[in-house]
Structure formats: structure tokens, C-alpha cells
């Protein structure tokens, strides 16, 4: 029997690594799986829309502003009642209110919301503790959104899914072109929203920290936020602006994945924003502790999980890695055999296809 068509994917604006990897894994996997997918995007930004619509996935933009405002929630629920698709899959936080206010007008499809982070404003938990199901990407998820008041019979803990991103074949000195990079120089890769809980502060200060020991790194910070103008202000203010390039969107994000030595995050931020997607390339990783840091992170095997106090750890493991060839070459070994056996996108898909059963 075929499945019931279609599946609608709900997802803010994104560059194709952390979540928005899921979101391609998600509609490339559920398409060999028989279904038709659209996806609609609730915000400007990102490449993720190109690609997927490049993919041959029903691409519908539904939010005009950097933001999931109320316009973008009215516009969902109108394309969701025109659509009429079997089950709606949201991808993030931002996407439980308009999931919930499409589900209060259009009750007769099922609403899944996908989660990388812990709900934590009190309306966030209130929204997904109306929608049918939550994919947890992680069991620590699933305790949060339980004491949150989410029925535990409506979560699903669903590991993320990894494979190697397909890019545009650039060289390293087209990748360094197009960002301004010195391709002679080492580079390290964060990607995060630029806001609070990011905690930005820390990959400033080691970008600082290292360029006492190191005049040959360059360090690429893919993301917007509310804090954009503000990090760079600091970015100036501690004289990194010639070591540290700030790109709110990155359309090359896979090919640059390609040319980093490292892929470093400072705070919570979902699937550790590019560190999974670097695991499937073999690149070795350093965050400072997290739930997604130590669900993806062997410490000591595939890379570091550091503590938040002393600052100094989060700089000093990161240059243990770049200093040494071997060791970041066995990491990157050792992250790459587990990203392909701890976390195969056959599963995640499988867990998808699974939710909008309602098994």
C-alpha cells in the first residue's frame, strides 16, 4: 500500500547544516519513501529553500521577515487548509505556535513537531503540548517536554540523521573567494543564531585566546540574530575583525565544511549547530558541555567537550587539535565511523515516517 500523501514540512529560514540538514534529510527520505513532500518556510534567510526546491520538494514561502511573525502563522494556515496534507512536521521551536494556531482551523491532520532544544518559554511548551506528536532529537528533550506538561504518550525520541551534504564542488580557493578568506590560513566553523543562549561570548574570547599562540587561523561564524551588530561590535572591540568573519547566511556551507580543520560551538544550540554535519565529513569537534555536545561528542575519541568554567579549556582543546596533525586526523576518523553508525538518516527518516503513523 502506498502511503497517504502529502506531508508538509514547516520550517523557518536555514543553511543546510543542524536543523536545516534534517529538513533536507527529511524531505529527500520520506520522498523515496513514497510520499509527496512540500515545504513551507516561516522566514527569510538561509539557502535551505534553494536547495530543497533544486531537490524537487513543493516549496512554499509563507514568512516575509527575518522572524516567524503573525503574518507568516496566518499565511501557514491558510496554505495548510488549501493543502490539506495528511501530517505537518515543524522543525524547531519557532514553528509550535504556528503549528498550533493552523491546528485549532484545520484539526484533521496530524501535527508533529520536530525538536533539536528544550522548550523554554512557558507559551513554546503550551503550544507543543497541544500539537499530536514531538520528535525528540534527544532523551533529555523528551524529559523537558514531559515536565513541561507534554504527554509522555505523544513523544518520540528520534536520534538525528547524517550523511555527507552535497556541495557545489568548489575549490578551496573559490570557497576563499567567495567568503574572503586567506586560503594559506587554517579555518575553524561555528554556525549559531546569534542570540543569548548561543553564548557567544566564549567563541569570541578563544578566537582572542588562540591568535596569541596562532597568526594562521581565520575563523568563519555562520548566523543572524538579535545580536549580530552587537558581536560584531565586540568583534572590533577585541581586534578580531581580521581573524573572525561573521556570515549571516552562507549558501556554500556544505564546500566550506569541506576546507575547515575544526568545527567548535560555545553554547546550546540545536544539534550543536555544525558539529553532526562534521562528523559525516571527518572533521573533528570542540564544544563547551551540552546536551547536544555529549549525545554527539565522544570526549577524547571523536573530538572535546569541555567545561563552561575555566574559559581558558574551551581555547586550550581547540588548539591541542589544531597543533597536532595526528590527533585531529584520528578524531576526524573516529567522528566520521560515528556519525555513519550511530546516526544513519535511514533511522531518523524511519522515525519520521513512524510519528506520522502515530506508532
Do not use: N
Amino acid at each position: 500500500m502506498q502511503p497517504v500523501s502529502p506531508i508538509l514540512l514547516v520550517t523557518r529560514g536555514l543553511d543546510p547544516v543542524g536543523t536545516g540538514r534534517q529538513v533536507e534529510l527529511a524531505a529527500a527520505g520520506l520522498t523515496a519513501a513514497g510520499y509527496e513532500v512540500a515545504v513551507a518556510v516561516t522566514s527569510t534567510g538561509g539557502s535551505l529553500a534553494d536547495r530543497l526546491l533544486a531537490g524537487g520538494a513543493g516549496l512554499h514561502v509563507v514568512g516575509r521577515r527575518p522572524g516567524v511573525d503573525a503574518a507568516a502563522t496566518a499565511r501557514l494556515a491558510g496554505l495548510v487548509a488549501r493543502l490539506r496534507p495528511a501530517a505537518i512536521i515543524g522543525f524547531g521551536r519557532s514553528q509550535a505556535m504556528p503549528l498550533a494556531v493552523a491546528k485549532r482551523l484545520t484539526p484533521w491532520c496530524r501535527f508533529i513537531l520536530w525538536l533539536g532544544l528544550p522548550p523554554r518559554r512557558w507559551r513554546t511548551a503550551w503550544a507543543i503540548a497541544r500539537l499530536d506528536g514531538v520528535v525528540a532529537s534527544g532523551p533529555e528533550i523528551a524529559a523537558t517536554c514531559r515536565r513541561r506538561g507534554v504527554a509522555a504518550g505523544r513523544i518520540v525520541v528520534v536520534p538525528p540523521g547524517s550523511a555527507a551534504s552535497s556541495d557545489l564542488g568548489l575549490s578551496r580557493a573559490e570557497v576563499a573567494m567567495r567568503l574572503g578568506l586567506d586560503p594559506a590560513k587554517h579555518w575553524t566553523l561555528a554556525v549559531a543564531p546569534l542570540e543569548a543562549e548561543s553564548r557567544l561570548q566564549r567563541l569570541l574570547w578563544a578566537i582572542d585566546q588562540l591568535g596569541v599562540v596562532r597568526k594562521d587561523l581565520e575563523h568563519v561564524l555562520v548566523g543572524a540574530g538579535p545580536l549580530l551588530e552587537h558581536v560584531r561590535r565586540r568583534a572590533r572591540a577585541q581586534e578580531l575583525a581580521e581573524r573572525l568573519f561573521i556570515v549571516p547566511d552562507c549558501d556554500i556551507l556544505p564546500d566550506l565544511l569541506g576546507q575547515v580543520r575544526l568545527v567548535w560551538q560555545s553554547g546550546g544550540v540545536a544539534l550543536g549547530g555544525p558539529i553532526l554535519d562534521g562528523m559525516a565529513r571527518g572533521l573533528p569537534a570542540v564544544a563547551v558541555e551540552s546536551d547536544a555536545a555529549r549525545q554527539l561528542i565522544v570526549d577524547g575519541e571523536t573530538g572535546r567537550i569541555v567545561p563552561a568554567v575555566p574559559e581558558s579549556e574551551f581555547p586550550r582543546r581547540a588548539f591541542g587539535i589544531l597543533e597536532d596533525d595526528s590527533l585531529a586526523r584520528a578524531y576526524g576518523e573516529a567522528a566520521a565511523a560515528r556519525a555513519a553508525g550511530v546516526f544513519p538518516a535511514e533511522r531518523f527518516v524511519a522515525g519520521l515516517v513512524a510519528a506520522i503513523r502515530g506508532k
